[in-house]
């Protein structure tokens, strides 16, 4: 909770209370300690450290991010610029007064004069989208950008949960349920759940064993009966019960020799992080608030949440990021766009090529250029192809990626990464330029020209852009000859 507030003072949020925060004590990222603050203040100072490493600002316009004073440059360690020899750090000076207009674009000389040379290196990186948004702070430990208690809560824990390298979190991450359920599996596995509990007290629950995580989630009635009780009426016994770590493993992913198909994995996971989650609430009512165990209400209880659960679970998906058969565009007016980017740290290719439905492609090309990220090479890749057909007269294009990120930020451009937002901005602006556009994922193995194009590419020593009518013989290497 107390996160959430030090986000939404971070953002400069409207609320009345970060009014009156920011009128007492000023911009909360550039705050330090003061001696005399409230205990509220003090309090929020808690979740600072990591609000501000974990803290970007996306660039839109520009006119409020402090050049000097704000992070802003994803590619730096502190997301700040360093200075050069001498220079002053004025306080007034913003990112757009670092820019050139029509069109957008940095201004390397001023660049070059206020900051070190790495800076401008990764000022650099920073695509500038053509269209004005809004500048906007990122979170940025979690792709979309959006604070969420889960991604503060991993990152606070960051270094706890490296020594746990056992535990499989990304499975853990990736699980289809309640955000409480898989914090609440993070915790045991991280061993930081709160477990108080008198030497020799017995179960709250059973009232027989001694109360300790192994028993409740091991030879408990109550969790034996919950599984029993359970809609494919398993033993507890088939769960790992050695170590608590080994059952969120197995929760996380059930092996498929245990569980042919039966019960589905993803229900089954469900099922078991809802029984894990209730039976610690209802221990800890026993305990806290002196509400008497019952067998039958906490499995019904337990019974109850999962089917609220699995519906919601159960929604389809709304867009699919295919086109289905009779989406696909036929005409010979249409031009199918297929891209694609190599990356590696030191520089990415972006290529891509072009053809009408049911022809081999007419054209195709590829750049060497330098993105931070392979996602970002990927966008990029995509406004290359769409620039080369605006030029070519295209009129109704098919955009075809094999990175669903990047396709899903396209069809959802809310949802988009952040470190892709602006070149997402400056895609969308571009495909609304044809009369009509498409745009789908599409698997590697339909990928493969693109794709060999970028691979090839990435080895050639062109420095600018190479076009090719056709597709090119890539048995021969590229070495300064070809046009
Ligand atoms: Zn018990």
Redesign the pocket.
Known sequence: MLSKTTWALTKGNDSLAGKAFKAKYGNFLNSSNRSLASPIWKGLQWCKETIQVSTCCTVGSGSTISAWFDPWIPSMDNHKPSPRLNVLQDPALKVHHLMFFNPKRWNIPLLTTLFEQDTVHNILKIHLSQADFEDSATWTPSSSGKHSVKSFYLTDQHNRFQDHSDIVWKAIWNLKIHERFKLHLLRIGSESLPWFSEVDA????????S?TLD??YG?????RVAWRESPWDLQSSILPSASVKDLINFVACPPSTLLPSFPPKVEFSLYASITIYLLWNS?NDVLHIGRPADLNVTIKKIKRSFVEHSQIGHLPESHPLQLSASQIPTGPEWDILTIDAAWNCNRSCLAGTMQHPNDPPILSWFQVSNEEKPLQAEAKAALLALSIAGKNGSTKIWLRSDALQLVDAILHPCNSPWEIRSIIVDIISALNFFSSWACSWIPRSENVLAHDLSQYGSKSNFPSLCYFQGYPDLRHSVTGTLH
């Open positions: 017995p179960c709250p629950l059973c009232q027989t064993s109360d028993h409740l030879d408990c009635i109550f969790y221990r």
